[in-house]
């Protein structure tokens, strides 16, 4: 238990420690945030970024300032975190291949099902694990209750951008467009976890994981969102040319067949300002999202006796 629960540590951990009553098993509310960096308010990557939900949470708990990812992609990161092993144990460092497809981990005990093992019911929506786990049967092993899958949601017809190197992939995209901030896969997984937590046994702990999407691409939020960050340079960050120099050549190359735009890219086709604001409205809005599970954590007495803990798979 000691081992799993170091490793959530990835980015930065909140808990209501100094709420808590004393109970031999609390509650546990675990919220994934997938591509968060530092532009968190507290935090202080940004100084624009308006998190005042995340804010609050910190306000009450305890966040780790000197934190590391294991791995900087989705599936090694979280296989880690889920597993409680380094990458250089799993041998996982791509988005390829499912840890249960490996006959060293087929068996290994998650953090869930450590859970699960010691009397907790275990729940899940959006992104946890990267990608599926292989269907039903599958499921009933990995978490006890599964909710909707989350994800993109409402997406323009076609590329608020246009074409892009490395393959034109459709996630590479960013912007703002006509939609309902309901009809995205976040505000989903948020209003299901609502659910569980309304519904939540008072006879037995939970063990709730709710993985948010944004701000991973595409980066879409609606106007209000895009509102509260100006038009203009003072959005962008800093940047040093020269940040990959003291790393291996071979690591330039490690993920290269990924879709992503480089940043020479972008600037060229004037789409940095752009990019850097999108990210910060989908920032501001998954904030929102978990603003909705403190509320129902607050209206249902439940905040007395359920640690939360927020993280990012890598930035």
């Known amino acids: 238990m000691q081992v799993l629960l170091r490793l959530l540590l990835l980015w930065w951990v909140c808990a209501w420690g100094t709420h808590l009553r004393a109970a031999p098993n609390p509650n546990v509310l ?5 591509d968060q960096n530092d532009w968190i308010g507290h935090l202080d990557g940004h100084p624009l970024a308006k998190t005042p939900n995340l804010d609050r949470l910190a306000a009450r708990g305890t966040t780790f300032l000197n934190a590391h990812v294991q791995s900087p992609l989705c599936n090694p990161s979280r296989t880690s975190l889920m597993l409680g092993l380094r990458p250089t144990t799993t041998g996982i460092y791509g988005l390829s291949p499912w840890f249960r497809n490996l006959d060293a981990w087929r068996e290994r005990v998650t953090l869930p099902q450590h859970f699960k093992a010691h009397g907790y019911r ?29 994800g993109i949601g409402a997406r323009p017809e076609k590329k608020l951008i246009g074409p892009t190197p490395m393959g034109n992939n459709p996630l590479m995209d960013w912007g703002v467009f006509p ?13 299901w976890t609502i ?15 709710a993985g948010f999407f944004l701000p991973h691409v595409p980066c879409y939020a609606t106007q209000p969102w895009f509102d509260l960050y100006p038009d203009d340079d003072r959005v962008l960050p800093k940047i040093k040319s020269d940040d990959r120099n003291d790393t291996p050549h071979f690591s330039w190359y490690l993920h290269w067949e990924l879709p992503e735009p480089r940043l020479k890219w972008v600037q060229e086709n004037n789409q940095w300002r752009n990019l850097v604001r999108s990210y910060l409205a989908c920032t501001s809005f998954v904030d929102a999202q978990v603003g909705r599970l403190l509320d129902t954590l607050n209206e249902t007495g439940l905040a007395t006796n359920t640690i939360v803990v927020v993280w990012g798979d890598h930035g």
């Open 179 to 191: 939609h309902r901030d309901e009809d995205k896969g976040d505000y989903q997984v948020a209003s």
């Open 122 to 150: 275990t729940f899940t929506s959006g992104k946890i694990y990267h990608g599926g786990v292989g269907g039903p049967e599958r499921q009933k092993v990995e978490f006890d209750v599964w909710g909707p899958a989350g």
């Open 195 to 209: 659910e569980q937590l309304k519904a939540a046994p008072q006879d037995q702990p939970f063990f709730i994981a």
């Open 30 to 34: 675990f919220i994934a945030i997938d």
